[in-house]
């Protein structure tokens, strides 16, 4: 061939590869542009792929293409299309290495099995999306893939096992949240790249296959929120490259393997929310990478690991809700860099003042419900912003400067032997939220003036005198809990008007006197009232009706967040006749507890107006008169005890409306008449109608209809005693008259001396009148 025709040559074998590139990047736009036809919203995507927005589709939004033009990335984040991946011609893209779609709430529909053929794929993310059926086994063709995140959607089913067989270049495999069964396939062992894995929310089962030991570049592993159980396998300690082991909130058992201890780079543990048991290998933690463990809300016994701080670097230890019985002094002595510690609810006794040392982040510390004794260290952590130590055996006085009182929020030393005076600085912190110091031996209260305070607890104390001296126009305050305490005097009328977020109001057990303040009205926000075992007198204020949260019936599904994640609030009350403790959502709870007091008079007919109230207790006082008619209207109530008073007349027929009614007291009154029918009637015990000789009707043994018959015997017969009182009374007017009459003339008729004396001081005593009367009229 001659030279000259070379250049010929060249320029069609150009011509002819650059056609087949076009024609190839012309079926991959096709194919997109098809897709996006199919969709039943295409969203951002009208605009994202449009050649007004530029003439190369290479330019295009979320769309990668190399030298030679074909598309070889594909991303879609949040652009709120709506509809299937069923269209989406998957062949047509044969470069393809990157899918990633991301956010879109309407993407539903399964995962096309045509998936399997993007051989050249290599990140598959399709995150946070609405997918659904099982994942397809086509997806173990991919055999390039590094990156398998298919998370937050709604597939079910087993895991693939056939996935794990092929994908040997796999280093990223994230499952989690979706709703896949079954277990985790033993052919896990054959990623033998993995770094990453995780299948956290779902509902897997059975045990965690001893082959994942096997995955020796493994750095995260999360199998938390499932249903797992068995034991946790000792070959985890082959696992030399693990940071992270997260296994919370499954049903895992049996010890926590003691090859944890030898692993290296661990960092975070986390293993709440199981059924593992026995004691910790004491050298858990020596090492100098390890941060966070979480040991809570299992059975674990024995020692908190010695080793724990040992490496230096313990940021957080959350161990609540075990059986540990001891602490060394040594464990957390020199961990200066503690964040958090959370021991409560175990069986832990150490002297408390040998616990801790120099601890500057310390912030968070909740050893509640533990044996921890002695006396309180005056050199506790200076940036303390929780510290819950309530129900231990700690005694003694509260140090001066215990607490940096301008960085605590709550403080919570309730149910100890603590004495002596509450210090200044606490009653005044400008950081002060919570201040729980109930159940202790304390006698002496400072003015309280803490700006932030929201609730302050100091029942069952030793505090007298009268009503404690709190800021005025208090903006803040939710709780005020006085409880079992020797207050006196009235109780103050500048309540209603100083605290307008007041929720709860506790004085019970006090010696307060006098009246109910009618200013407590004011207080609209307020559910919960008890001024119950003191000595109040008067009657029920009808104005209290007026209290709007009580007026207001509360959702019963209603969720309570409580920004106190330490420390619950609770409410120490008489429930359904026992003494109890409410800690769950106070927000839901409204009550007005006014028994055991002298307060007499009626039951005020407005106070049926009150019905979101669930608790109502005016037992063991002097009221009279009748239950009000409409008391039907207070259809949330669970609780209502009327009993030892003096009420009369019927049981309000309406009272059988009250169907969320689960425990009434009306014993010992003088109520009449037939007990109301009703669903909820029928199932109280007779004792609570007892020391009613009126009433009848089940579910008393008397039959109202015998019982009416004697009824109306008695009163027949008590009528016509009556009636021979009343001629007795008339018969003895007469005879007093008649007798009188004949007495007094007689003897002015048989004694003519009597007669002129007794006419003379008449004669007298008319010209005085006369001679008084002109004189007036002059």
Known sequence: MPLSQFPLLFLLLFLSFSCTQLSCTGTEIQALLAWRSSLNHPGCLTHAWSYNTSNDPCHWEGIGCNEAHSIISLTIIRCSIDGT???????????????????????????PKEIGTLRNLQVLYLYDNKLTGE???????????????????????????????????????????????????????????????????????????????????????????????????????????????LFNDNNLQWELPATIAQLPNLSSLIVKNNQLNGSINPYLGNN?????????????????????????????????????NGLLPITLKNCTTLMLLELNTNNIRADISLTFGAHPILTVVDLSQ??????????????????????????????????????????????????????????????????????????????????????????????????????????TLVTIDLGENKFSGEVPSWIGSSFPVLRILR???????????????????????????????????????????????????????????????????IWKGEKATYQENTALLNGIDLSCNYISGNIPDDLVKLQ????????????????????????????????????????????????FLDTLNLSHNNLTGQIPSGTQFQTFNPSVFSNNDGLCGFPLPNNCSTNNSSIVQ??????GDKKLEVIWVICSVILGFVTGFWVYFGALFWKISLRFAIFHFTDKMLDKMMKWFGWYLH
């Open 85 to 111: 991946l069923h269209k989406l011609n998957f062949s047509s893209f044969p470069y393809l290495t990157i899918l990633h779609i991301e956010g879109e709430q309407n993407l539903h529909g399964e995962i």
């Open 135 to 245: 994942i397809p086994a086509t997806i173990s063709n991919l055999f390039n893939l590094s990156n398998l995140t298919i998370a937050a959607n709604y597939l079910s089913g087993p895991i693939p096992s056939a996935i794990f067989l092929n994908m040997s270049n796999l280093h990223h495999l994230d499952l989690h949240g979706n709703n896949l069964t079954g277990e985790i396939p033993k052919t896990i062992e054959n990623l033998s790249k993995l770094e990453y894995l995780d299948f956290s929310d779902n509902h897997l089962t059975g045990a965690i296959p001893r082959a994942i030991g096997h995955l020796t570049r493994l750095t995260k592993l999360y199998l938390g929120n499932n249903e797992l159980n068995g034991r946790i396998p000792l070959e985890i300690g082959n696992m030399t490259a693990l940071q992270y082991a």
């Open 288 to 324: 100098s990478y390890l941060e966070a463990i979480d040991l809570s809300n299992n059975n674990f016994v024995g020692m908190v690991p010695s080793a724990l701080c040992r490496g230096g670097g313990l940021l957080m230890l959350w161990a609540s809700n075990n059986s540990f």
């Open 370 to 475: 533990n044996r921890f004794y002695g006396r309180l260290p005056s050199n506790w952590a200076e940036n303390i912003v929780v510290l819950n130590l309530e129900e231990n055996e700690i005694y003694g006085k509260i140090p001066l400067g215990f607490l940096n009182s301008t960085q605590v929020q709550l403080l919570s030393l309730a149910n100890n032997n603590l004495t002596g005076d509450i210090p200044e600085e606490l009653t005044n912190s400008t950081s002060l939220m919570d201040l729980i110091l109930s159940n202790n031996k304390f006698s002496s209260l400072p003015y309280v003036q803490a700006p932030k305070l929201e609730t302050l607890h100091l029942s069952n104390n030793r505090f007298v005198g009268r009503f404690p001296l709190l800021q005025i126009n208090w903006a």
């Open 507 to 573: 004085l019970r057990s006090n010696q307060f006197i006098g009246n109910i303040p009618l200013q407590l009205s004011m207080l609209n926000n307020l559910q919960w009232l008890d001024l119950s075992n003191n000595n109040l007198t008067g009657p029920i204020p009808n104005i209290l009706s007026s209290m709007h949260s009580m007026t207001v019936q509360i959702a019963r599904n209603r969720s309570y967040f409580d920004l106190h994640f330490v420390y619950k609030e609770n409410i120490h009350l």
């Open 612 to 659: 979101g109230l669930i608790f109502l207790n005016l037992s063991r006082n002097q009221l009279s008169g009748v239950i009000p008619h409409n008391i039907g209207n207070m259809t949330s109530l669970e609780i209502l005890d009327l009993s030892i008073n003096h009420l009369l007349g019927n049981i309000p027929q309406s009272m059988s409306h009250l169907t």
């Open 714 to 719: 008695e009163v027949n017969n008590e009528a």
